[in-house]
């Protein structure tokens, strides 16, 4: 009896299909969870989250699902899955080279990490977007010319000008360092008064309609001699 015989070739070819989709499957991308190991930017190296079941779970660096515009501070220990496409992302990603195509790829090349969210973080308002990392965050232009930076206990803007426009703006809690010439723009103002409330120390002079409060001299009319009283005349600017 001939081998085809003892093993029909319709068996055969079924069995060949099943083993070529077995081994196909065995190298496609999975999206398994994982923690991040380390971290280079947004690409991270992570380790998969995995009962030990007979099959190897390497490490792995892929890059993050994210944007240049908005860059996670991800740090070690954070808790994520690996999603998969069906070609490479090596070319896109800048972890390798060309342009992806259909051919076979093997299992971690076209994979990609996703942060999940967990029970245990921190209840914050629902109703409000929460950015935040470990030391602050950073909000700026891409050529940083304009830049908002908060830190613990301080917060830095940094730009050409920085306009704040409302009916109150109020500034307490501390002391008010004013580091810098202070002008008033005519042209932008509604009312040119300002009222103060002392008791105010001035450690220099002060001029006003280019009159000094320290220098200024007063005309005096009508002297007369003895203990008379003599009001003396507005002071005058000085030369």
């Excluded at 070319?91 to 790829?105: K, M």
Aim: glycine share 10%; proline share 7%; with cysteine.
């Amino acid at each position: 009896m001939s081998n085809a015989q003892k093993f029909p070739f319709i068996k055969a070819l079924n069995n060949a299909i099943q083993t070529g989709a077995e081994d196909r499957a065995q190298i496609s991308g999975h999206s398994l969870p994982c923690h991040v190991v380390a971290v280079d930017g947004q690409i991270v190296t992570v380790q998969f989250d995995m009962l030990p079941d007979g099959v190897q779970y390497p490490q792995v660096t892929i890059p993050v699902a994210t944007f240049p515009y908005v860059r996670p501070p991800i740090q070690v220990g954070d808790k994520g899955v690996t999603l998969a496409i069906e070609v490479s992302l090596r070319g896109v990603s800048g972890l390798g080279t060309g342009i992806a195509d259909r051919a076979i790829t093997m299992s971690m090349a076209p994979l990609f990490f996703t942060p999940i969210s967990n029970v245990n973080w921190s209840k914050e308002d629902p109703n409000k977007i929460v950015l935040y990392g470990p030391d602050g965050a950073i909000l700026k232009t891409e050529d940083a010319a304009s830049s908002i930076t908060v830190e613990p206990g301080k917060i830095t803007e940094s730009a050409d000008a920085i306009y704040l426009n409302a009916k109150d703006i109020y500034l307490g809690g501390g002391t008010i360092h004013l580091n810098g010439p202070i002008v008033q723009d005519a042209a932008q103002m509604t009312s040119t008064t300002a009222s103060f409330i002392g008791p105010m120390d001035v450690t220099n002079d002060v001029v006003a309609g280019g009159v000094s409060l320290i220098g200024h001299p007063h005309d005096v009319k009508n002297v007369q001699s003895g203990g008379s009283t003599v009001t003396s005349e507005a002071p005058t600017a000085t030369e």
